[in-house]
């Protein structure tokens, strides 16, 4: 099993990927303005390859809640201020964090691999990318949701998911992308409750599909303040206690703010329950 596309291969089931977070925003929940620099961003994309990252995932537009939205062209002119540098600068495996899809395209055109999809939707025009660009493409649920709205879901948070993952899996493979391609994203905090967040978290052994990677992304979410009571920095020990779960369940990415630390706790989880 492998989640695999341009310029990258994973093999599943023998380590947790370690996906590192590269928010070029203001306003992003927890970093916003730290990196809003092209050249502070290379800095920390290249501290946290040294961490052991494998993927740096860039994001021009923040999802926290009570966020702004910005338009594709406003986006677009972000990471063009960003990705060509990064991509030059580094040899990482870049991974696009947009649903717009002349952002993906300009990403996977100068240097990205993977377009980390937030949308929860198929989208034509994304998926015309990942068929063209054979790149790696993230789907992410939020049952039409997002960080300040909840569905009401007809049955259990759990089976909503799996029903999405599904459907996602059948139109891609009908549409002629290759199942090596994707990889799915429980969606923490997009649509949910956090007594929803938590039951994902506890289930995710069973949310992951043979055939696909499965990415969990938490770090430092209000999943973990709402459970832990902490702020800031202190969210760091919630999120590593819950993607030592996550990992446990078997999932394949960790999508992270911390990477040293991450990396650590996920080396020790994965001599336990992978071998």
């Not at 290759?178 to 967040?197: P, V």
């Amino acid at each position: 099993m492998i989640f695999s596309g341009k310029n990258f291969t994973f093999e599943l089931g023998k380590k947790t990927y370690i996906m590192g977070i590269l928010n070029v925003t203001e306003d992003s929940f927890f970093d916003g303005g730290k990196y809003n620099s092209p050249k502070k961003a290379v800095v920390h994309a290249k501290k946290m390859l040294n961490e052991g990252a494998d993927i740096i995932d860039i994001g021009a537009h923040s999802t926290r809640p009570n966020h702004t939205v910005i338009t594709e062209e406003e986006e677009l002119n972000i990471i063009k201020q960003y990705l060509p540098l990064l991509s030059v600068e580094t040899n990482a495996i870049i991974s696009i964090d947009t649903f717009y899809p002349r952002v993906a395209e300009y990403a996977l055109k100068n240097g990205a691999s993977i377009i980390n999809d937030v949308s929860g939707v198929f989208n034509l025009q994304i998926a015309k990318l990942v068929k063209e660009y054979n790149c790696g493409w993230i789907i992410m649920h939020t049952g039409g949701g997002d960080a300040n709205t909840v569905p009401d879901y007809k049955t259990s948070i759990t089976k909503d998911v799996l029903s999405f993952f599904d459907s996602m899996l059948e139109q891609c493979t009908e549409f002629g992308i290759n199942k090596k391609q994707l990889c799915f994203d429980l969606g923490i905090g997009f649509g949910k409750t956090h007594e929803q967040n938590i039951e994902l978290i506890n289930n995710i052994h069973k949310l992951k599909k043979k055939d696909n990677a499965l990415l969990t992304a938490l770090s430092m979410k209000r999943v973990i303040k709402n459970s832990t009571g902490a702020e800031g920095e202190d969210l760091l020990y919630g999120t590593i206690s819950a993607n030592t779960l996550a990992i446990s369940g078997g999932t394949d990415i960790i999508r992270v703010h911390n990477v040293k630390e991450n990396v650590l706790a996920a080396k020790m989880a994965d001599s336990i329950v992978r071998g």
